[in-house]
C-alpha cells in the first residue's frame, strides 16, 4: 500500500474481497470462530497504527479487519 490518505479502488475489492472470505469461514462449522478472532486480534494488535486513510481505518489493520467484519455479519 501506498502513503496516499484516500483508499485506491484495488484496496478496496481487497478488503471487500476479504469480508466475503471471512463471512465464508464463519458458515463453515470446521472452523473454530472464536480461535480465528483471537488470532485476529493478536495479528491486529501487533501491527503499526499509522499510516491511516482519512476516515480513521488504519491501513496496516484493514485487511484483517475486513476478514472480522465477514464473520461479524454472520455471527452476533
Known sequence: MSDEKII????L???SALML???A???NPNVDIDQLK???QALIAALPDEPAWEG???KHQAAVESLLDGVAKVLP
Not at 8 to 11: L, M, R
Open 8 to 11: 485506491t479502488p484495488f484496496e
Open 13 to 15: 475489492g481487497v478488503c
Open 21 to 23: 472470505v471471512g463471512k
Open 25 to 27: 469461514l464463519a458458515l
Open 38 to 40: 483471537k488470532d485476529a
Open 56 to 58: 480513521g481505518k488504519r
